[in-house]
Nanobody, 125 residues
């Protein structure tokens, strides 16, 4: 069974930083793209960022580009999301995700169908 476990969420003031981690198990994740999504109260889940299996391809949503950085440690089967200059509108549950099949580059958001349990990020103004 594929398992994705997020950690690192919390409460932070606007302008602050957090680093989310996602530990993956259940298969050889080094072959797969990984991604982060988020869902704010009353809103649809949205794409945040994705990284290809090699780390050579990275994609960001416009809302977070320049503030968030995705990275992965293949040896630890872990993907990270460094979030800087946080804004109240970044408040959401953040989910780690992975596709069930191999994809080209970072794939597309619809490719991601394995999900973690989510970690809450709250940014106060």
């Amino acid at each position: 069974q594929v398992q994705l476990v997020e950690s690192g969420g919390g409460l932070v003031q606007a302008g602050g930083s957090l680093r989310l981690s996602c530990a993956a198990s259940g298969r050889t994740f080094s072959n797969y793209a990984m991604g982060w999504f988020r869902q704010a109260p009353g809103k649809e889940r949205e794409f945040v960022s994705a990284i290809s299996w090699s780390g050579g391809n990275i994609k960001y949503a416009d809302r977070v580009r320049g503030r968030f950085t995705i990275s992965r440690d293949i040896a630890r089967n872990t993907v990270y999301l460094q979030m800087n200059s946080l804004k109240p509108e970044d408040t959401a549950v953040y989910y780690c995700a992975a596709p069930s099949t191999l994809v080209v580059g970072t794939g597309s958001p619809s490719d991601f169908d394995h999900w973690g349990q989510g970690t809450q990020v709250t940014v106060s103004s």
